[in-house]
C-alpha cells in the first residue's frame, strides 16, 4: 500500500549546522505515529519540513505517493496536510469561530473580485464556512465558545481551537506539536480520546510530537524516536520503550514515566 506520507532521507540545515539528517519515515493511511525525542532533538524542524514551511535541504516528501517536496506550505495543505503549532497560534482578538475559518482559507473558492464586491457567491461561502466551523468546534467539544475571543480561553482551551482549525478542511494528514503541552494530567486522558476519535470518526492519519511519554505511548501505532536530528530507533511503543538507544538518549527517566 503507497504510504499516506513519506519523508524520505530529509536533511536539513541552518546555517550549515545540520538539524536533521538522513530522516526517514513512512505512515499508513488511518495511522497515529507517534514522534519522541530529547529537546532539540529536530522534531519541531521535521514538522517545519513536511509541511513545507522550512524545506528540507535535501531527501523528499511524499503525499500517497505524490512528491511535495518544495511546494509552499498553502500548497502543501491544500493537497490535504494541516498541522498545529507547539505555542497557541490562534488570533487571540478574533472570536473562537473566526479562528476556526481561518482554516479554510486556501480551502475557499470566492476569488478576489468576490470579495470586492460583497458578491452572492462569497456571502454563501462564508455561511457555509461558519457552519463547518461549528461542525468541527462541536467535534472537539468547544461549540459553547464559538463567539468568545480566542485570546480569553485557557490555555487548554485553545489547544483544542486550533485541533479544530487544523481539521475543519477535512485534511488526510495532521500533524500536532504537542497538543497536551500544559495541560493538567486529568485532561490527558479527553486528549487521548480526541486523538482517536479524529483517526476513527473522520479518517485523519497522524503525526503525533509528544513530550508527555504516558500520551503517546498509549495512542500511537507505532514510534519514532528522534535524537540529535536522525532516527534512533522506530517500532511499537514497547519496543521503543525497552530499546537501549532510546533509554540512554533520554538518559534511562522520561521513558519510564
Ligand atoms: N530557525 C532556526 N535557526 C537555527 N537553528 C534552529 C532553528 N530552528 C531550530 N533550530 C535548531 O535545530 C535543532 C532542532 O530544533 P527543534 O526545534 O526541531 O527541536 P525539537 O525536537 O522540536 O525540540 P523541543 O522538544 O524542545 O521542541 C535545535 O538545535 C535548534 O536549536
Ligand atoms: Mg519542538
Known sequence: MTPRLAVEKVGLAFGGVAALSGVSLTVAPGEIRGIIGPNGAGKTTLLNAICGIVPPTTGRVRLDGKDVTGLSPSAIAARGLRRTFQTSALFPGLTVLENVVTGLHTATRAGLLDCAFGSR??????????????????????????ERPAGALSFGQQRLVEIARALVSDPAVVLLDEPAVGLSLNRLADIDRLLRRIRDERGVTLLLIEHVIRLVMEVSDSITVLSSGTVIAEGTPDAVRQDPAV??????TAVHA
Not at 457567491?121 to 457552519?131: G, I, K, S, T, Y
Not at 533509554?247 to 534511562?252: E, K, N, S, V
Open 121 to 146: 457567491r462569497l456571502r454563501e461561502e462564508e455561511r457555509e464556512a461558519a457552519a463547518r466551523a461549528r461542525r468541527v468546534l462541536e467535534f472537539v467539544g468547544m461549540a459553547g465558545f464559538a
Open 247 to 252: 533509554i540512554t538518549a533520554y538518559l534511562g
